[in-house]
């Protein structure tokens, strides 16, 4: 199993460039989420999905957005990227936000 | 003030001291989890807490529920321990996460 993949690692955007990180999963999870982490700040989550279909906001959600088509794939899209999403982004899934995470390797993103 | 709070924010020691890192969380949770982010960045699982105490060989985890504390302790540290530990609750189906722990264990 792979578990979740990330892509791509690295990144660089121009500010109001376009671009969708994704994420996908081999475990059958039904929740996924995407944090992304700032120095100082921790993790902070940004959208998560409880099953294909269903998708709700986390704490930093503007500026982003998500669809869950299938149970495999979360892309987190950027529609206009700015110099403040300049940060690292984490995909995670697991059977439930209860349940054991399992995080995707990260994407290095940078907005000049 | 963060909804969760770790403690302390760097912790150096030397190989084989036992360690704790201490989590309180403000909120009502359904779960409390403890991520280990090693140095290259790649974030790891290491518990998930609703209740009790767990152990997984040199680490062990506990939680009060009453009093809103959870602990992480490793025992024997060793160098390759080193690494940020998080401490995140589960809000429902959100996650706040505290700013975690930087662990240097030295040789």
């Known amino acids: 199993n792979a578990g979740v993949t990330q892509t791509p690692k690295f990144q660089v955007l121009k500010t109001g460039q376009s671009m969708t990180l994704q994420c996908a999963q081999d475990?059958?999870?039904?929740?996924m989420s995407w944090y992304r982490q700032d120095p100082g700040m921790g993790l902070r989550l940004i959208h998560y999905?409880?099953?294909?279909?269903?998708?709700d906001q986390g704490e930093v959600p503007n500026g982003y957005n998500v669809s869950r088509s299938t149970t495999e794939d979360f892309p987190l899209r950027l529609l206009s990227a700015a110099p403040s999403q300049t940060s690292v982004y984490f995909c995670?899934?697991?059977?439930?936000?209860?349940?054991?995470?399992?995080f995707g390797a990260g994407t290095r993103l940078s907005v000049l | 003030k963060n909804e969760v709070e770790q403690s302390p924010q760097n912790l150096t020691a030397q190989e084989g001291e036992f360690i704790t890192i201490n989590c309180s969380y403000s909120?009502?949770?359904?779960?409390l989890h403890w991520l280990q982010q090693h140095p290259g960045g790649g974030i790891v699982s290491l518990f998930m807490?609703?209740?009790g105490k767990k152990k997984h060989g040199r680490l062990i985890a506990t939680i009060n529920i009453q009093e809103k504390h959870s602990s992480l302790h490793i025992t024997a540290s060793h160098p390759r321990d080193s690494a940020v530990y998080i401490c995140?609750?589960?809000?429902?189906?959100?996650?706040?996460f505290g700013a975690g722990t930087r662990l240097t264990v030295k040789p």
């Open positions: 995670a899934s697991s059977q439930g936000a209860k349940n054991i995470q399992y």
């Open positions: 475990m059958n999870h039904e929740y």
């Open positions: 999905s409880v099953g294909a279909g269903i998708t």
């Open positions: 909120v009502g949770i359904s779960a």
């Open positions: 807490l609703s209740s």
């Open positions: 995140a609750v589960c809000v429902a189906n959100d996650m706040r």
